[in-house]
Each structure stands twice: as structure tokens, then as C-alpha cells.
């Protein structure tokens, strides 16, 4: 059974970085971030690829990085330059036979 545990979130200033881990138990081929701020729909950040390929949305590219270790089955999410509209919670996804997510990790931008 798959199961998926984000850590990592917080409050920080505008410009500062965050490094957002997911925890993966079970076999996943594919990965991602996706977020969702108060009132808005869930919204895709990138996801990675089992060879390791990754793709952005454009609302992040050049500022997000996703990464996995491959080895600890874990995902990574690095956050640098982040905005007051980077707020919200952000959730980890798995996809093998099935959608699967994580229960989500507030971060906050303060201006």
C-alpha cells in the first residue's frame, strides 16, 4: 500500500527558501508537488519522472527544484525566492496503479 507523508513546511520571510520532503512507502513510478492557497483550486508544480526527468509549471520554473532519492523512496521539493502568493498548503502525489497524497504541509510567506 502506498502511503505518502510531507514534511518540511513553515513560515518564512519573502525571498527565504524551503525544502519540502515526502516520505514514500510502497512502489511509485511517478511524483510530484501540487498546492492549494485558501479559496483556489489544487494547482500542479512539477512532477518527476522514474528516470529522474522533471517538468515545471510556469508559475515556479527557474525557483522550484523536485528531486528524488531514489533509494529512501523520498521526494523533494526545494522552494528559493519565495512570494507571499507562494501561501498555501502543499501536497505530495504518487501515481503507480492508482492517484495517491500526502495529507499536506502549510507554508506561509510572510511579506
Known amino acids: 500500500q502506498v502511503r505518502l507523508v510531507e514534511s518540511g513546511g513553515g513560515l518564512v520571510h519573502a525571498g527565504g527558501s524551503l525544502r519540502l520532503s515526502c516520505a514514500a512507502s510502497?512502489?511509485?513510478?511517478?511524483m510530484g508537488w501540487f498546492r492549494q492557497a485558501p479559496g483556489k483550486k489544487r494547482d500542479w508544480l512539477g512532477s518527476?519522472?522514474?528516470?529522474?526527468?522533471?517538468t515545471y509549471a510556469d508559475s515556479v520554473k527557474g525557483r522550484f527544484t523536485i528531486s528524488r532519492d531514489f533509494v529512501k523512496n523520498t521526494l523533494f521539493l526545494q522552494m528559493d525566492s519565495l512570494k507571499p502568493e507562494d501561501t498555501a498548503v502543499y501536497y505530495c502525489?504518487?501515481?503507480?496503479?492508482?492517484?495517491?497524497w500526502g495529507p499536506g504541509t502549510q507554508v506561509t510567506v510572510s511579506s
Open positions: 510502497g512502489s511509485i513510478a511517478r
Open positions: 502525489w504518487g501515481f503507480s496503479d492508482n492517484n495517491y
Open positions: 518527476i519522472e522514474s528516470t529522474g526527468e522533471t
